[in-house]
């Protein structure tokens, strides 16, 4: 099912023409098919967030729907590569030697992230998933310590080079946890 836009703003665009379209759906915006959900259904109006660059859209573009709601896979298949907010892969977010100084979260290693994986990955039962994960992170962090004697707050994803903030503390302990499983002995569960 197809429907055109009337309207563009920023990432929001609204479409008509789109009756049988369900809020959640994933829909396809612009010649350039655009990654979008529909936020709110009124009549036959959708309005839809892109999740992409809207720049050059305009009222009359193409607005399709896939009927089927937004899903990634989780699982292992995260664990070897890097992707976008919408699970598209990348070979690299970012280069931190061309900034000189990364925007949070666009691609270096941060420790808490590293933890709520290893977390989903034991709850659904991919252990030796987690086990990698968990050996990987502890070296990494060790590597840091003995090198710097300290630990920064995130690191480089191909090479696990420090990039900021020497002597971080913070989510880092969490470290601990992971070690502490490792090593067969009792964890924290809440914090």
């Known amino acids: 099912m197809s429907g055109k836009i009337v309207k563009v703003s920023g990432p929001l665009v609204v479409a008509t023409g ?50 089927a709601p937004m899903s990634v896979e989780l ?11 919408i699970q598209r892969p990348l070979e690299k977010m970012y280069d931190v030697r061309a900034s000189g100084n990364p925007s949070s979260w666009q691609g270096p290693v941060w420790i808490c992230v590293n933890y709520f994986v290893f977390r989903g990955l034991l709850r659904y039962g991919y252990t030796e998933d987690a086990r990698e994960l968990a050996e990987k992170t502890v070296l990494l962090l060790g590597r840091d310590y003995e090198r710097f004697g300290a630990l920064h707050e995130y690191y480089m994803p191909d090479n696990g080079e420090p990039i900021l903030n020497k002597g971080f503390q913070n989510w880092n302990l969490l470290v601990l946890n992971m070690a502490a499983w490792l090593d067969g002995k009792e964890t924290v569960n809440e914090f």
């Open 18 to 67: 789109l009756a049988d379209a369900n809020m959640s759906d994933v829909v396809r915006v612009g010649p350039q098919r655009l990654i979008g959900e529909i936020l709110t259904m009124k009549g036959d109006s959708a309005s839809s967030q892109v999740y992409e660059e809207t720049s050059g859209l305009g009222p009359g573009a193409e607005v399709v729907t896939t009927g």
């Open 75 to 85: 699982g292992p298949g995260m664990i070897e590569g890097i992707y976008d907010g």
